[in-house]
């Protein structure tokens, strides 16, 4: 099956027959991958399967050995690195942090900390965040730059189950308010099936990719997650079930 | 060496230089603090006694050797790291260490001008000319000028590299263009307090601030105070009791660090 999904929109980024090598390893091989206006696309698989460096090249961070990135003119990108780690001798609170995106707007930073569920955070210093509470600061100041496309690298690592359903609504939701493309690497394999419009499977390669409900039951995801994949299988169904 | 009893023209050149050197040096040294390049300072300054050392040989301007010399290593160790053969402490190492040599021998050579290597290694205030308050004040205004420049951008990529090259930050033009900022520090503050105790004066400063400070622009301020404090003090202890100047003002400056680590002020945050 080639790209499950049609792809819903103008599209945002492309990148084509990306190959990544980082020293003697292979880390991608003639990966294929489009993100479009309105929707979510989730990148899994195991780690080590290329996930950060696929993001990284579409972000063109790291330049590809083959293949090529296309980006649509103009569009403005908001990116949530994977983890953020501020050197404790560096003062900086969270409102400082927010303008670094160049909005300033006091009430603006407000608003949109209490968009993301972070309410009361703005005079925090940002090292003593909890790992939930700095998902959801990065999130802000990449929403922050109004961008077109949204690349979030693992935004609900190191958030619990209750938090990350959570967020998952949330993203659901940023993509219905703006319109926007957005991106998403992730390990929550039941969530993602639930919150996606489009979902590829990577290992080093595209091992299969559509819409969740078919990749669910594709035999090379079952493959690749074993019975992790048999037990979320059924949950996606049910989902799928309750929205239809 | 000298008393204070007469000349206070020496005595104000050296405070006026001083003074000028620590306040550069501390709204550099938060960075140097903050991006955890201290061995690196220290590289450099090692490396600027081969710039001395070229500067004699090439008969130029010893600054200008240091400068050039500096940012060689600089722009170097900028594409060396992204090679990543070799851990970045073990590259510095090699680079710091066989420089120092390579100045040391290539002092050696023209020792027949007489280099007073000491005066190299542990600075010389006291003997500080106007022209070299000259040169202070000018490079000083420039590192200055250059920091406010970059000052937003480096804050980006300290903060998160990536992050800061998606919004749109140039990483490489602002560290090679930090680099060109550091080899002018050291250039400038070799004379104040010698090539072995430069990293000093960049970094107990903005250690001292950083207990005080709630933003990066309060502890660049904070750490220019305290070096300049620093000075003052240092240079005090060198007058009334003849101690060397250059390690008088260090001592004064981790003096000041350790009496602000025991004042009762709560941690920002």
Known sequence: MPDGGAPIGDLLVRGKGLSVRHGRRTVLEDVDIQVSRGEIVTLIGPNGSGKTTLVRALLELEKPESGQVDRAAGITV??????????????????????????????????????????????????????????????????????????????????????????????????????????????????????????????????????PGDVSTDPAYLELFGDAASAVAVYAHDHDHHHA | MTTITIMPDFVLYALVSGIGVAIVMGATGVFVVWRRMAYFGDTLAHSALLGVAIGFLAGVNVNIGIVGVCLTIAIGMVFLRSQR???????????????????????????????DLMTYLFGDILSVTPTDIGWVYGGGTIALGMLAWLWKDLIAITVHEDLARTEGVNVLRTQIAFMTLFA?????????????LVTALLIIPAATARRFSRTPEQMAVFAAIAGSLSVALGLQGSLLWDLPSGPAIVVASALIYVVSIALPIRRAA
């Open chain 1, 78 to 211: 908001g990116y949530t690195p994977q983890q953020l780690i501020v050197d404790r001798t560096l003062p900086l609170d969270v409102r400082r942090f927010l303008e670094m995106s160049g909005e300033t707007d006091p009430e603006i930073l407000a608003d949109i900390l209490s968009d993301v569920g972070a309410r009361d955070v703005l005079r925090q210093e940002i090292r003593m965040l909890s790992g939930g509470e700095m998902k959801r600061v990065l999130l802000a100041r990449a929403l922050l730059r109004e961008p077109d496309l949204l690349v979030l690298d693992e935004p609900t690592a190191n958030v619990d189950i209750h938090g990350q359903v959570e967020f998952y609504n949330l993203i659901r939701r940023i993509r219905d308010d703006r319109q926007c493309g957005i991106l998403l690497v992730s390990h929550d394999l039941h969530l993602v099936m639930s919150a996606t419009d489009r979902v590829v499977c990577l290992n080093g390669h595209v091992c299969c990719s559509g819409l």
């Open chain 2, 184 to 196: 002018l520090v050291i250039a400038m503050a070799m004379k104040i307090v010698g090539i072995l």
């Open chain 2, 85 to 115: 053969h070799l851990a970045e402490d073990t590259l510095l190492g090699i680079l710091a260490h066989s420089s120092l040599a390579l100045g040391l021998v290539s002092i050696s050579f023209v020792s027949a001008l007489r280099i």
